[in-house]
DNA sequence: CAATACTTGCAACTAAGTTGCATATAGGGC
DNA sequence: GCCCTATATGCAACTTAGTTGCAAGTATTG
């Protein structure tokens, strides 16, 4: 999807040092269709490096802290870290497989929720919206045939 | 809400045997307007009678695997436990608040999910759809100012 | 080059939930 | 009533995912 410098860049402009560890953590983000949990990005990281899991959810911290990546609940105790939406990136729901455990983004624009409409009948202060899917995803459908 | 004797017939009624921490279990979950932590449900049981917290996540895996409650995810890493859609109570999006965590019910048919358009048009088999607002509660609100 | 700040690693800890196994407790059959 | 079996509960130890404290390494800056 990205050249590495993009992500060197995407940390520059948001004030992170842009280290190695820095780089691959979001790059392996980045580099995924699927948000990934914890698990998965630190065996892409080990993969080419070495890295330690505090180290990692430092990094994780880090990045969803300067807005870069998002921290998705996948309705298991693991979250989930995909790319935060950007302008090429718009939000959009998530689905996650029951049998694997798998998250996928769907398509943005399915729907759409006005916050507002929430808003103004609501004595509560309302942020984000989290549309998740549930159910069987194509590969375990394949798998189960 | 409901009467003891109407959870004893929940219970029954799903082969079920009633057993005092069931159904103080499932009472505790059917008399709170809110979603429950399992700690919660945990202080509420224990308000009234002893309970282990074996005993308390395996009559939580009873109830849901039955039916009569749902596992819920609030984003964070601990579930919810509520009473599951029946007649009088419809599927509903939740509320959670970013600050102290409380989940809360929001009115159902604010805004409703086709799930056979996705269905169409998508290889996966959906079979439920969450629908999870992120923001700050009504307390906490009152509580900063 | 020393002083300071930032980054990473290691070990120990925590929260929420799970497993294995032992001990009740409740019904049935005789 | 007593034995046998099935189900329910409890206790201790374990697991998973993530966190904290602190030490050591690296970089930066005056």
New interface residues.
């Given amino acids: 999807m990205n050249e590495r410098s993009d992500y060197i860049n995407m940390l520059e402009s948001n004030a992170v040092d842009p280290t190695p560890l820095r780089e691959a953590v979001l790059m392996s983000i980045g580099e995924d269709s699927r948000p990934l949990a914890a698990a998965e990005i630190m065996a892409a990281v080990r993969s080419r490096m070495s890295i330690n899991k505090v180290t990692l959810y430092r990094i994780l911290d880090l990045l969803v802290g300067k807005g870069l990546v998002k921290r998705l609940?996948?309705?298991?105790?693991a979250y989930r870290y995909g790319m935060a939406k950007t302008r090429h990136h718009q939000a959009h729901p998530h689905?996650v497989?029951?049998r694997c455990g798998v998250m996928?983004c769907?398509e943005p624009g399915?729907?759409c929720?006005d916050i507002r409409?929430?808003q103004t009948n609501?004595?509560?202060?309302?942020?984000?919206?989290?549309?998740?899917?549930?159910?069987?995803?194509?590969s375990c459908?394949k798998a189960q045939k």
Same sequence: chains 1, 2.
């Fill in positions: 609940s996948a309705g298991d105790r689905f497989c029951s996928e769907l399915l729907f929720i409409k929430f609501s004595k509560r202060i309302i942020k984000y919206v989290d549309v998740r899917f549930e159910g069987i995803c194509e459908i």
